[in-house]
């Protein structure tokens, strides 16, 4: 019988088989920060609300870093909204072969573990009560074979919920991005967001503008629908830097749809991941200095 709380057809998750020695044994209970393993660096993107285009930016910052040789994963922490799998035309389920569970991999070598894997279909439902939202979230850190990775991002869901919370204070980030969109509404909300990351000591890298502009069909000449960005004037009140400022393109929407966005490429991606990469190397610098 499914617990209380739990979604037919859904499936709670079970204890990681590597939890314990991820989370560095001990019994110290579930908030000791579990360990990195062969992951270098891990990153959180989060965005205030939801409809910015969070996940979509995190699978073409991805799909950049992959085409740089880099080894990457994303963990969908989004687990009652997860976009991941669809934007890149992955189905589940996983398999775990002994040495934890073994992620589902995109076309370009991309390792992806997400909630939407553990379900009968995209379109049921992941009710759980937060208690189990948490145990799911450290499983797919610590009870995932992710192997060797450059990066690990982690997809995570709007706001300042239980998700964000776990993640802060149970898995090693190197720090956190914000997807924001040029409007006031955006750029409000999502300064509660990461508000609730410095005051967990969660390092800022940066801020991506999203949906900045789009240029005109006829004329390419650029269009800011939603006015003149008030992204970057929250990024200077938080002494973090833009990373990029991404376009709205018409054929992007329509690869993410066909579960191919890993295939998008422009000149604002690139410059978006060489700015993130510049970001996450700067901070891990200064946190050397610091020990």
Not at 171 to 191: E, N, R, S
Request: charged share 20%; hydrophobic share 40%.
């Amino acid at each position: 019988m499914a617990p209380s709380g739990e979604a037919p057809g859904s499936r709670p998750p079970s204890s990681p088989p590597h939890a314990a020695a991820a989370r560095g044994g001990g019994g110290r209970g579930l908030l000791q920060r579990m360990d990195k393993g062969l992951v270098r660096h891990v990153v959180a993107i989060g965005s205030g609300k939801g409809g910015v285009g969070k996940s979509s930016v995190t699978a073409m910052l991805a799909a950049e870093l992959r085409r740089r040789d880099l080894a990457v994963g994303i963990l969908d922490a989004d687990i009652t909204g997860p976009s991941i799998p669809k934007l890149y035309g992955l189905t589940g389920p996983l398999a775990d072969r002994g040495e934890g569970i073994e992620p589902a991999t995109s076309r370009s070598g991309i390792s992806v573990v997400s909630s939407q894997f553990m379900v009968e279909d995209e379109q049921t439902p992941v009710i759980w009560r937060g208690p189990l939202v948490t145990r799911l979230i450290t499983q797919f850190f610590g009870g995932v074979n992710w192997g060797a990775l450059d990066y690990l991002l982690i997809d995570m869901p709007p706001g300042t919920s239980d998700v964000p919370l776990t993640v802060f204070q149970t898995i090693p980030i190197d720090g956190m991005v914000f997807v924001l969109t040029p409007q006031d509404l955006a750029a409000l909300i999502v300064k509660k967001a990461m508000n609730m990351a410095r005051d967990l000591h969660v390092p800022l890298l940066g801020v991506v503008d999203n949906m900045a502009w789009i240029a005109c069909p006829h004329c390419h000449e650029r269009i800011e629908l939603f006015g003149p960005s008030r992204v970057p004037k929250v990024a200077a009140e938080y002494g973090i830097p833009v990373l990029g400022q991404l376009p709205v393109v018409p054929s992007i929407s329509e690869l993410a749809d066909e579960g191919r966005i890993e295939e998008a490429t422009s000149t604002e991606l690139g410059a978006l991941a060489d700015a993130f990469v510049r970001s996450v190397d700067e901070v891990n610098q200064r946190s050397v200095r610091t020990l």
